[in-house]
């Protein structure tokens, strides 16, 4: 032991200290503790330092913290130190970190009030708790009602629950809610409610018995006992009430800050009503007994309302309006009563001021005088042995007979409401067992405690015993089961408290004698008590008083006040007003005051026993003397009752809430420490924590030992015995044997050694993990040393190679340097010989060029000579030139001149004209062509003037020649020349001339380059700006294409999100209606269920009933008619069962009358709502495609009309062009002319209005090429191409034309042997198909015929064979003579002839047939009139007649069958004997075709139809539908036949419309299928209503499949771990007991899979359609989803880490089982998303903001509320993990509060998906139907 103090006592472990605030601090050691030590250092949560003392005699050591894995569990005997600070911290932990509100401590669940509404008491969280384990799930208050209802039901014993606590804790509505969950979860074994007026008279025991006080604005001033009553199947029949210490000073007297009961303040708000005029009340604060606690209105409470729910209660109970307004005239006449002033009249009396108005109303409201109540008020009749007197009261006296005749009335009231409340509630029918719930007040002390809390207090010592003696009667039977040596505990036992009491001369005995003392008063009583109980040890008087006493309760010590003892003990009453009240003309009041017995019921019926013993609410009042009535005392009244509670607890199965008030300022999850403490211990918590740490508080498995503690194992411990191997380490791990015990099950520990152990093995853990740390880090340090030495190498290389490179590098410069020496030295050289030989050089060329140039002067100066002469002559001859030039062309531009004004005049009168406009731009496409051409001309004949340009040169140049040559020869003939003076002048003046012909030569030819190179860079210009023209409309055309594609793609877009957006919106719609639908046929069908067991009930043994379970939508006439028999066979019962109500049968009848008219008009809303959505789609894609046409024909129309006036543009520019050409002169028409400038800017502005328009043209054709591309394809392609080649030819010449030409044709050709390809491709193709299809359809008729004729007789065979091969030859010869028609008509007429004689045979024999026939029916009914039975060795007639017509006649008959059977109408019974009632599916399934049922049926209703017999169509589908039914109802619950039924009847439903004959369910049909169409009736409406069978089939599927998955998913999913080693067990703590937990084995994830595996071959087998299959499937896995997320939000223990990495692979499981069956697609894995995201959700990090905001985009399935929860609810398993923090949860909240989703916390499991049966034609063909002899049908006969 001391070896284990020291271990647990080191440094760092934490210890609690006393404080005086918070009653227990936590603190940590910052030394080890060593024994012998008298103190402790410790360390504050704060820092601060301490040293604690320990005390030297006791030296006791601080209690020592829990682990942190086991803080906030669930069962506070789950904590392995069980002691005061473990259990405050555990439960403030949960309160306000966790918000959990309920935690276990043992048997006892503790409940902390909220003072705040949670939404944890709604129907889901009823639903989830339902059928649980009571340790499986997070504590709580249904827990404990559902642990009560399951022993109940399971134990055959009476249950009882314990709800106790001070005021403002929850009681009241701790018990409310464990009503409401039997309400819930029991049902009503009638139609009368029951559970509806058991929960209706909360509201009602609230209002008269509920007050606001200090501590709660609903206390409960009374305590309550109610008995609810339940049949041997356990439902609800009824209830009792008992009720206990009515608080009557309530209504005489308030305290500050508290009101009298909720009734009266609810009368007074409500006082402005008409039917409340009479009861004279006004305002509140008016009356005396509503206005002293100065606090009318309470927060939030709105009292008219609450007396609009009280009168509802009131006639939900049967209290009729005109009680209900007695009651209230009552308690108006209380507050009046109230208000009466009494004055003194002298010191002894006391009077009444006349006509007092208050008073006056109280007379009129009761019905008795004035006078006697005045009288009696102020008078008191005193009665002697011989003699009668009237004494006078004084006014105090008079005051306290008011209040007590106040008080007297209310009590009689109040005991009449809970009398006719119990009659209400009381049961008509044997009550099997109950369930009890008491609701009593808690231990009380306050400043001053008097009579009331006295009683409250003694109360809770009663049971407070009971409660000890049962925490230890479990704690022996653990004990005992387990089979482990067990000392007696020693609890504290309150039994002295109780004797000193109740006992002979205790305090209650003593009370009543004082009573009976003539002149008793409470000092006399006071000195009694010390005088007789001064020598008991619980009894003490205080020192500062004699009029008090202190009693030393279980829970603390009290001092009472002995002052009004007497007097409430007495509780008397002036009987002279009791008499006058008796007197009333009232009759309500008058009642009040009579005996029980004689009391009348407000609903007029008279309460029955109920096949029970009934407990009595009241004292007894057998004493007729009315002067002996109230000489009962009050405290005997209450210890006979609560003796009576007594018994009736310890003869039930207890169970224990207790109730914590966490502060006293009603603050929300605020949590007062010290407040708490007080309240445990009153309340017996800390008591059942230290009988359970006096033993054995700590218990596991085995297996959850070996689980936890496996690490603290070596591997050779490890035995194949788990109980062994857990023995043999134990020992060793703990020394002193007396720490445990082994039992059968389990290992018991004693306090404290549980955290023993897990600090053992977190010590094992942490030293692991530094192992792990350590190797870990010694492999970084070496893998960081072997990088650092990799790296050091590697730099000592590169410094090396670095070094070398240096030295390499000095010596190569060195060498270069040599180098660069020898070739400097030799450049210098060089250089200066070079400057040598250029300076001699120089000095040669200067002196050689000066005589060069003085020659050249010489002769440079004659030249000049004589080139003077030459321009001076030639000035003169060009002057007169120019002169004569000018003149010409100055008349020519006159003249021009004028005729261009004429010409501009008359244009610009045409250019005003709209006309002009247009004929001026029309045909400008080919005014640009021609004047390209016209370019081109012109530049040919630049090219042609420029060879002549050539030539002339080349002539100049030889003339030149010439001339030089004659020059020289002249030269050198000068001398003789010089001698022919006039010859020489003669050679001069012709050369003269030569020369000036020369330079006017040269000037023109100058003048013909400058114009022609002029006109060739404009001409360029011009090319060049179309060229950047064309470039930018192209640009620009590619733009608006793009633009148009965009715009066009965008609107489709649009309009296909539209159309997606109406048609999800219509869908949801659609699903909206179905469920709505589907959840009216459930209704219908448990309306239906409940009318049967109605009629049944009502039914006498031998009463035939009529059976009317119908469907709800059969045909109008038939179900009026069944309807008709089931009025007629309630009418015969009622006869035989009079005196029962027949009310109910009525409602049920109109409400399904009801029910099957608002379903008619749903289906007709459903079809409108499909006819809507359909009319819509077809309108839709009307209208979008007349708009599509009507633009592209507007866009055509436009381009044909732009088209056309370009023509007429090209038109008018050639035209100008020509008028151009033909009428003007070369030279008029020169660059630079005023004429063409005029002619350039007209060109130019119908340039720039081509461009205009060839912009418009190009639009519009983009667009159309964009449009048509969505429409036709190739269409396009080859429109595209043309618009191509049209913009390409606007801007190249003829080559473009003609190749563009070319390419067209050559694509036309391409195009045109493409689609002659296609074309014998689509052909061969469309043959090829044709041929496979004749083959299948041969091969099907030969089949059929095969089986056909392997039915036939061995004679009928042969004859069908050859009929076979003559058709087969026949259309054989038909298809050749098609292929050749002109060879061969002789043949086809031949062919055509044999086929007539055929058929005329044919119709030959079936004559004889018949004739034969009827010649058949008239020989047999001879033979029976001749009786011809008599001779011996006659025939019968049926072999008479066999014989001769045998061969003939039974071939024909079976030659050709038409899949219909025929039956007698008397068969009918037995064939859907046969067929439904007493089939067997198995067999079905395994041995015959899927369906096979449905086909019979159909094959039947088929031959009804073909002889037209309405009656027999509707009685067969009516007996079918009501079979089926009535299969289902004997058999619901098992699948197989569910499933089964659920096939048929689908199959079934798709017969009915594939052989309807509409052509929306033919189009799949072969022909020979639609020759068995109905040909005579119209089932549409019994289609609608197998529909809704199979609706409710599959609605039954689900549950039944339900119920089978239900048990296997908490175990597979949650609890069992699928992945070994994973997740730790902990401590489950005393919940996780025997009687709460089944011994079946524990289902895992593979009993799920193999169930589902079984669901999904069940329904192959059965033939069930793909399309439900998904149905069904999806349906599945939402259960498991749903029913596992639940779970997880209901269970702490669940929400960890490694519990999260088994949810996702459980889930992997499941999508892999999917993909297997090849279900992906079916929607089944979207709906575990939300449980996918939980198990996220428990993995991922939950610490910064970051991981906040990733958990808010990852839960997106999850609501706020399931977010939070299961972050509230996330624990650590191992200690290494952290918890999450409060911050983070409110980060979390504050992220999600603008997420819309519901509050609802749980996932419903009861949403079914509404279902569709998608059509699914069969391709089986009716006539190769063979029905098997085990179905005992042989009255079928085939047709």
Not at 627 to 655: D, I, W, Y
Request: net charge positive; with cysteine.
């Amino acid at each position: 032991m001391n070896r284990e103090l020291e271990y647990m006592f080191v440094d760092c472990a934490r210890v609690w200290i006393p404080d005086v605030e918070e009653v227990w601090k936590s603190a940590e050691l910052t030394k080890d503790y060593k024994n012998g030590d008298l103190s402790l250092q410790l360390m504050l949560e704060d820092g601060t330092n301490l040293e604690h003392k320990l005390d030297p005699k006791t030296k006791n050591l601080p209690y020592l913290r829990n682990p942190d894995i086991l803080v906030g569990e669930n069962d506070l005997t789950a904590l392995s130190y069980l002691h005061e600070p473990a259990v405050l911290h555990n439960l403030k932990v949960r309160f306000i970190d966790s918000k959990l509100i309920y935690t276990y401590c043992g048997i006892v669940l503790v409940a902390i009030n909220p003072y705040e509404t949670l939404p944890i008491y709604g129907t889901d969280i009823i639903n989830a708790y339902s059928g649980q384990n009571m340790g499986d799930m997070d504590p709580h208050i249904f827990a404990v009602a559902e642990e009560a209802y399951k022993q109940m039901a399971r134990d055959e014993r009476n249950q009882s629950i314990i709800v106790s606590g001070e005021s403002g804790a929850g009681k009241t509505v701790s018990a409310k809610y464990a009503m409401r969950y039997f309400a819930t979860v029991s049902g009503s074994a009638s139609e009368a409610n029951v559970e509806e007026k058991v929960l209706a008279s909360n509201p009602i025991m609230e209002a008269i018995g509920n007050a606001k006080t200090t501590r709660n604005d609903n206390s409960s001033r009374f305590g309550k006992y109610i008995e609810i009553g339940f049949d041997n199947r356990y439902r609800i029949i009824g209830a009792n009430m008992r009720t206990y210490l009515l608080e009557k000073s309530r209504v005489v007297f308030q305290a500050d800050e508290e009101r009298n009961y909720h009734i009266f303040y609810q009368l007074c708000a409500s006082s402005h009503l008409p039917e409340f005029k009479n009861l004279k009340l006004s305002k509140a604060n008016d009356f005396l007994y509503t206005r002293q606690g100065r606090s009318p209105i309470i927060d939030g409470v709105d009292d008219t309302k609450e007396l609009c729910t009280t009168r509802n209660a009131f006639s939900l109970l049967g209290i009729n309006e005109s009680y209900q307004m007695g009651l209230f005239q009552v308690l108006a006449a209380i507050l009046h009563l109230g208000n009466v002033e009494i004055r003194d009249r002298d010191s002894d009396s006391s009077m009444i001021p006349p006509n007092n108005d208050h008073l006056t109303k109280f007379c009129e409201l009761v019905g008795i005088t004035y006078e006697d109540m005045a009288q009696w008020l102020c008078h008191r009749k005193l009665k002697t042995a011989s003699e009668t007197y009237i004494k006078t009261l004084p006014r105090l006296q008079a005051t306290n007979a008011r209040d007590a005749l106040s008080k007297h009335i209310y009590a009689k009231l109040f005991n009449w409401i809970v009398e006719h409340v119990n009659k209400a509630l009381v049961a008509d029918i044997k009550q099997h067992s109950f369930i009890g719930v008491l609701d009593i007040y808690g231990f009380e002390t306050f400043e001053i405690n008097s009579f009331e809390q006295f009683c409250i207090n003694y109360a809770n010592e009663k049971l407070q015993q009971q409660f000890n003696m049962h925490v230890f009667k479990l704690e022996q039977e653990e004990y005992m089961k387990e089979q482990i040596p067990w000392t007696l505990i020693d609890f504290y036992d309150n039994q002295p408290c109780i004797n000193l009491i109740e006992a002979k001369m205790g305090i209650l005995d003593l009370l009543d004698e004082e009573c009976r003392m003539p002149k008793g008063s409470d000092d006399s009583w006071a000195q009694k008590l010390y005088t007789h109980l001064k020598t008991c040890s619980l009894f003490e008087k205080p020192r500062m008083s004699n009029r008090a006493f202190i009693i030393q309760h279980f829970a603390d010590k009290v001092e009472y006040q002995c002052e009004g003892f007497l007097e409430k003990n007495k509780d008397t009453v002036n009987e002279e007003q009791i008499k006058v009240l008796k007197a009333s003309k009232f009759d309500l009041l008058v009642e009040l005051f009579k005996d029980e017995g004689k009391a009348t019921s407000p609903t007029g019926q008279a309460p029955g026993t109920g096949g029970r013993t009934r407990l009595s609410v009241k004292p007894d009042k057998s004493r007729d003397s009315s002067s002996k009535e109230h000489k009962k005392t009050v405290g005997c009244q209450f210890r006979n009752s609560l003796q009576m509670l007594m018994e009736t607890l310890n003869a039930t199965t207890p169970h224990y809430v207790r109730c914590i008030k966490p502060n006293d300022f009603k603050q929300a999850f605020s949590f007062d420490p010290m407040r708490a403490v007080q309240q445990l211990r009153a309340c017996g918590v800390l008591e059942t924590i230290r009988i359970s740490a006096a033993g054995f508080p700590s218990r596991w498995t085995y297996q959850e030992f070996f689980s936890r503690y496996r690490v603290l194992m070596k591997q050779k411990d490890v035995l194949s015995d788990k109980k062994l191997t857990c023995r043999n380490v134990l020992e060793k791990l703990v020394q002193d044997q007396d720490k445990y015990q082994f039992g059968q099950t389990k290992i018991f520990f004693r306090a404290g050694q549980v955290a023993y152990l897990e600090k053992l093995r977190a010590d094992k853990l942490r030293a692991a993990c530094i192992r792990i740390q350590k190797t870990i880090r010694c492999w970084l340090a070496r893998k960081k040393y072997m990088r650092m030495r990799d790296a050091a190498i590697t730099i000592q290389r590169f410094t090396r190679g670095y070094q070398a490179r240096c030295l390499a590098k000095f010596i190569r410069r060195t060498l270069a340097a040599i180098v660069i020496q020898k070739y400097q030295k030799m450049y210098v050289a060089r250089k200066r010989y070079r400057q040598k030989q250029t300076a001699a050089l120089a000095i040669q060329t200067i002196l050689r060029a000066y005589m060069a140039r003085q020659k050249y002067q010489a002769l440079l100066r004659e030249h000049k000579a004589v080139i003077i002469q030459k321009h001076a002559r030639g000035w003169l001859a060009r002057r007169w030139y120019k002169r004569c030039l000018s003149s010409i062309v100055y008349l020519q531009c006159c003249f021009r001149r004028m005729r261009a004004r004429r010409e501009l005049k008359k244009l610009k009168i045409e250019a005003r004209s709209v006309e002009h406009f247009k004929k001026l731009n029309k045909g400008m496409e080919n005014k640009i062509m021609q004047l390209q051409r016209k370019i081109d001309e012109q530049t040919k004949e630049n090219k042609c003037v420029n060879e002549k340009l050539v030539g002339l040169e080349n002539t100049y140049t030889t003339e030149s020649e010439r001339l030089r040559g004659e020059l020289g020869r002249l030269r050198g003939v000068e001398e003789d020349a010089r001698s022919k003076g006039n010859q020489v002048s003669c050679l001069l003046e012709e050369l003269e001339k030569l020369r000036k012909e020369l330079s006017t030569t040269q000037q023109e030819k100058k003048i013909i380059e400058d114009w022609v190179q002029t006109y060739k860079s404009e001409m360029e210009k011009m090319v060049s700006e179309l060229k950047d023209q064309n470039g930018l409309l192209k640009k620009e055309k590619d733009d608006l294409n793009r633009l148009i594609q965009e715009q066009s793609q965008q609107m489709t877009e649009k309009m296909a999100r539209a159309i997606a957006a109406e048609t999800q919106q219509l869908e949801t719609d659609l699903n909206e209606e179905r469920s709505r639908y589907q959840n009216l046929l459930t209704e219908h069908l448990r309306l239906e269920e409940k009318y049967d067991d109605l009629k049944e009930h009502i039914s006498k043994p031998g009463h035939r009933r009529t059976d009317s379970t119908h469907s709800s939508n059969e045909s109008e006439y038939t179900y009026n008619s069944e309807f008709a028999e089931s009025e007629e066979g309630s009418r015969a019962a009622e006869d035989l069962t009079r005196g029962m109500d027949t009310s109910l049968t009525l409602k049920l009848q109109k409400r399904l009358t009801e029910l099957e008219q608002e379903k008619q008009s749903l289906r007709n809303e459903l079809e409108n709502k499909e006819e809507q959505f359909q009319r819509a789609r077809a309108r839709d894609e009307s209208e979008f495609k007349k708009v599509r046409g009507a633009e592209l024909e507007y866009e055509s129309l436009k381009r044909q009309e732009l088209e056309s006036e370009n023509k007429k543009l090209k038109h008018d520019l050639a035209e100008m062009r020509k008028s151009l050409l033909g009428g003007t002169a070369a030279s008029a028409g020169a660059p630079g002319s005023p004429a063409y400038k005029v002619l350039l800017d007209q060109l130019n502005s119908s340039c720039e209005e081509l461009e205009v328009r060839k912009e418009e043209v190009l639009i519009l054709r983009s667009q159309l090429v964009s449009q048509k591309e969505a429409m036709q394809h190739k269409e396009t392609m080859t429109e595209v191409a043309v618009h191509v080649e049209d913009i390409s030819k606007l801007k190249d010449a003829d080559e473009l034309k003609q190749a563009y030409l070319g390419l067209k044709d050559t694509n036309r050709l391409l195009e045109h042997q493409l689609q002659t390809q296609r074309r014998n491709y689509d052909s061969e193709v469309e043959s090829l198909r044709g041929e496979l299809q004749n083959v299948k359809e041969e091969n099907n008729r030969q089949q059929q015929l095969l089986a056909q004729n392997l039915q036939l007789p061995p004679e009928a065979r042969i004859e069908a064979s050859l009929q076979h091969e003559i058709t087969r030859l026949t259309h054989e010869n038909l298809e050749q003579v098609a292929d050749d028609p002109t060879a061969s008509r002789e043949a086809r007429v031949i062919i055509l002839r044999r086929m007539v004689d055929l058929m005329e045979q044919l119709e030959k024999q079936d004559r004889t047939i018949r004739k034969l026939k009827k010649q058949l029916k008239v020989y047999s009914k001879r033979i029976g009139e001749m009786g011809a039975g008599q001779a011996e060795g006659q025939t019968s007639p049926g072999q008479m007649v066999d014989e001769p017509i045998h061969p003939v006649n039974i071939p024909r008959r079976e030659k050709d069958f038409q899949g219909m059977l025929e039956y007698k109408k008397e068969d009918e019974l037995k064939l859907v004997k046969n067929l439904i009632l007493e089939l067997k599916p198995r067999g079905v399934a395994v041995n015959l075709i899927p369906g096979l049922p449905a086909y019979i049926l159909f094959m039947c209703l088929r031959h009804a139809d073909y002889v037209n017999d309405d009656q027999k169509v509707r009685t067969l589908l009516t007996s079918t539908i009501n079979s089926i039914k009535k299969i289902l109802k004997k058999r619901g619950d098992d699948f197989e036949t569910v499933s089964f039924w659920l096939a048929n009847t689908c199959r079934f439903l798709h017969c009915l419309k594939q052989y309807s004959g509409d052509e929306v369910f033919m189009k799949q049909n072969t022909s020979r299928q639609n020759e068995h169409c109905l040909s005579n009736f119209d089932l549409t409406e019994y289609r609608s209503v197998i529909s809704d069978l199979a609706i409710q089939i599959y609605q039954q599927l689900i549950k039944c499949m339900e119920n089978i998955l239900y048990p296997m998913i908490v175990s597979g999913m949650l609890e069992h771990e699928t992945i070994q080693g994973v997740s730790g067990a902990k401590p489950t703590g005393l919940r996780k007991r025997t009687s709460s937990i089944a011994d079946e084995g524990m289902n895992t994830l593979d009993s799920i899979l193999r169930q589902l595996n079984a669901f999904h071959s069940t329904m192959c087998q059965h033939g069930t359609d793909p399309e439900l299959i998904k149905q069904v499937v999806k349906q599945q896995f939402y259960f498991i989803g749903a029913v596992t997320l639940n779970n997880l939000l209901l269970r702490k223990d669940m929400c960890s880490w490694s519990k999260g990495m088994q949810i996702r692979y459980n889930v992997s499981q499941l999508e892999e089982w999917l993909r297997d069956k090849g279900l992906m697609n079916c929607g089944a894995k979207e709906t575990l998303e939300p449980l996918i995201q939980a198990a996220q959700l428990l993995q991922v990090k939950k610490k910064t903001d970051e991981d906040a905001e990733a958990i808010c985009s990852m839960c997106l399935a999850l609501t706020t509320a399931q977010i939070v929860k299961v972050l509230n609810l996330y624990t650590p398993v191992n200690e290494f993990e952290e918890r999450v923090s409060v911050s983070f949860i409110r980060t979390i909240q504050t992220r999600l509060r603008d997420r819309y989703g519901s509050p609802q916390l749980l996932m419903d499991t009861k949403i079914i998906y509404p279902i569709t049966f998608p059509f699914n034609p069969s391709s089986l063909a009716l006539e190769t139907v063979q029905i098997p002899s085990s179905l005992n049908l042989a009255f079928l006969t085939r047709v």
